[in-house]
């Protein structure tokens, strides 16, 4: 039996009067990089804000680790090891990269000293030690998007939702962005990875979940949902045509 870290089952949640989510089902496999994919406004983020309890759903469950998640604050789901980044970058623009970070590590870390301790090593990993010192709020996306990695891995999760850290970086960041995560996962953290950038998702995915219109549409091995017809019409942009051929 699979170990899953992870147990979507049934979620869907009403916004405005509008279905935005209808019978969601997603499982990750512990260790394993899950990829989501969907056309703009399919309900992805949505997915993400329901896990990481920054929203609430009209029903459904959410069991992390076996345990459910629903009803809990994102503070507490941060700490119990899940943790996401945010499409829209957060991080608190008045402060330099390497306090960002600081305050991340801190969700997990009883003192300053003790946090400190993991930073230096993720602004290695993340090629952000030249910027150590920059003020947030100034850096261009690129930038912005590894220090949002950065920030929510100081928190030494056990699984992280990342939702298009790959957005916005150019051709070598999306390689060492791929190779960071691929790293991330070998190194026993479990990763769901929302990605527009067909290539790098079915790339570093085991796993791949399709989700249109609120619905599942499909999910399987990453040649399996290229090759899915549903997942074709869904998908006669670029993106697509990039993987199929
Ligand atoms: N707070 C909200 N109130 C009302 N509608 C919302 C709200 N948040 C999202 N929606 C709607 O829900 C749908 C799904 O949005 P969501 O952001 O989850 O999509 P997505 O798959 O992440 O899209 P993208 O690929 O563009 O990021 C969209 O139609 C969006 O307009
Ligand atoms: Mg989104």
Known sequence: MTDNILEVKDLSISLGGLKI???????AARGEITGVIGPNGAGKTTLFNIVSGFMKPTSGSVKFNGAELIGRLPERIAKDGLVR??????GLTQLSVRENVLVGALNR??????????VDPLLEQLGLMDYAEAITGALPIGLRK???VARVLAAEPELVLLDEVMGGLVPSEVQAMMDFIRQLADGGTSVILIEHHMKAVMGLSSHVVVLER?????????????????VLTAYLGEGYQHVAH
């Open 214 to 230: 609120g619905r599942n549409l499909a999910e399987g091995t990453p040649s399996q949902v290229t090759q899915d017809p549903g």
């Open 109 to 118: 870390r009883k003192t300053v000293r003790e946090a400190h301790e993991l």
């Open 146 to 148: 590894r220090l949002e």
């Open 85 to 90: 980044t945010f499409q829209k970058v957060r």
């Open 21 to 27: 989510l209808e019978n969601v089902n997603l499982t």
